[in-house]
């Protein structure tokens, strides 16, 4: 009933940008928090940046001062935009929502399938 996909990666320059998008669709009442993560090959899963509500967000070290993260409430989508890449931003990067569906729903997670990022010359 819910999906949630993530959008807009690809191959990217060494100092070039993306921005990625997180969809959540279906029956959605409320979103409380999308977390953007990251995993490379050979890595463990590193959470890259959060949105909790419309407005308080956190970062990892790695992606503070180049990535940013916000949201249409509307659109029910996050988005990531990452400047400045570096090769070892390469990874794929995937989104998880905490959401209810309706106004008595107990929260849950939900995951989308992860868009790869690539930086190279």
């Known amino acids: 009933q819910v999906q949630v996909v993530e959008t807009g990666g690809g191959l990217v320059q060494p100092g070039g940008s993306l921005r990625l998008s997180c969809t959540a669709s279906g029956t959605i009442f409320q979103i409380y928090y999308i977390h953007w993560y990251r995993q490379a090959p050979g890595n463990k899963r590193e959470l890259v940046a959060s949105?909790?509500?419309?407005?308080?967000?956190n970062y990892a070290d790695s992606g503070k001062g180049r990535f940013t993260v916000s949201r249409d409430n509307a659109r029910n989508t996050a988005y990531l935009q990452m400047n400045n890449l570096k090769p070892e931003d390469t990874a794929v990067y995937s989104c998880?929502?905490?959401?209810?569906?309706?106004?008595?729903?107990?929260?849950?997670?939900?995951w989308g399938q992860g868009t790869q990022v690539t930086v190279s010359s």
């Open positions: 998880n929502a905490r959401l209810i569906q309706t106004f008595a729903d107990s929260p849950r997670d939900y």
């Open positions: 949105i909790i509500g419309s407005h308080i967000t």
